[in-house]
């Protein structure tokens, strides 16, 4: 019994070394087989040892600093970004995820870039920006505060392709055409989601940017940063929060950014 017991912890005991180079703890791992690394002032890269590192990888510190004067927020701890040499090693690095194009792990301090980014030609800068953009408020958050950040896609996911100045998704005109056709208010408001009724996601991300960015146009800045502290502080409560920062409710905000959009009172920009 006893040598069963032992054989059994020497196991676990291996298992968990092994998820340091080779699993989910490879961030923490001293040891990174196959990869070779560059060291900027306020961040670490890791990618292909045989590879050759993107250019935009060179601006992330520029990045950070953006995103810091961007959210009004300091992200005071450095941040790995780790260029996955290939979907093998995403799916042992993050093996709950699929084929996203990046992610970042909710201590705020650990970014993925995956192969899709390559594979479908993307912009590097624009998604380096946007899991930064994920980064900054996490850095802020407690780590149950940042996990409830999924309960309000509308707004971290919307601030993150806003600093990421997205392209990959759908175009202004495709975006206009949309919201013509569409009731907005199930696309933004996790309360009011239709399971019955069409979802894209390239469509969603460029509804939630943009209702953001017409909060900023149309009531101000430091009205809308009322309302980003109010979402880090309490991402499961965006109804709450967004009734308390502009006196209307979400339903109410999202029907006058449609309303504006449609007359051409607000356009994108």
């Known amino acids: 019994m006893r040598r069963a017991l032992r054989a ?32 900027l002032e306020r961040s670490d890269i890791y990618y292909a040892a045989d590879g050759r590192l993107p250019g935009a990888f060179l601006d992330i510190d520029s990045f950070i600093r953006q995103s810091e004067e961007f959210h009004r927020l300091k992200a005071p701890q450095r941040i790995r970004v780790i260029l996955c040499r290939n979907w093998s090693d995403f799916h042992r690095f993050m093996p709950t995820l699929g084929q996203v194009g990046a992610a970042t792990l909710e201590t705020g301090t650990t970014i993925y870039i995956t192969p899709r980014i ?34 309000a ?52 991300y460029q509804v939630w940017r943009y209702f953001l960015e017409h909060l900023i146009d149309t009531q101000g800045r430091d009205r809308f940063q009322q309302l980003l502290d109010g979402m880090i502080r309490d991402p499961g409560g965006s109804e709450r929060v967004f009734q308390s920062v502009y006196g209307i409710s979400l339903p109410d905000g999202i029907r006058k950014f449609r309303a504006d959009v449609v007359t051409g009172k607000w356009s994108v920009h």
Not at 8 to 33: D, E, M, N, R
Not at 163 to 190: I, W
Request: include cysteine; aromatic fraction near 14%; charged fraction near 20%.
């Open 8 to 39: 059994i912890v020497a196991a676990l005991i291996l298992l968990l070394a092994l998820c340091f180079p080779f699993g989910p703890l490879f961030p923490w791992s001293p040891w990174k087989p196959g990869y070779t690394s560059l060291h």
């Open 118 to 151: 390559a594979e479908r030609g993307l912009d590097y800068g624009e998604f380096l920006r946007h899991e930064i953009s994920h980064a900054t408020p996490y850095q802020n958050q407690s780590l149950l505060e940042a996990r409830a950040d999924s309960k």
């Open 153 to 204: 896609p509308w707004f971290f996911e919307g601030l993150a392709v806003s600093f990421g100045r997205q392209k990959a998704y759908v175009t202004p005109r495709e975006f206009t055409a949309f919201a013509m056709a569409r009731d907005l208010v199930p696309v933004v408001d996790p309360a009011k989601h239709r399971p019955d009724l069409p979802s894209d996601i390239r469509y969603d």
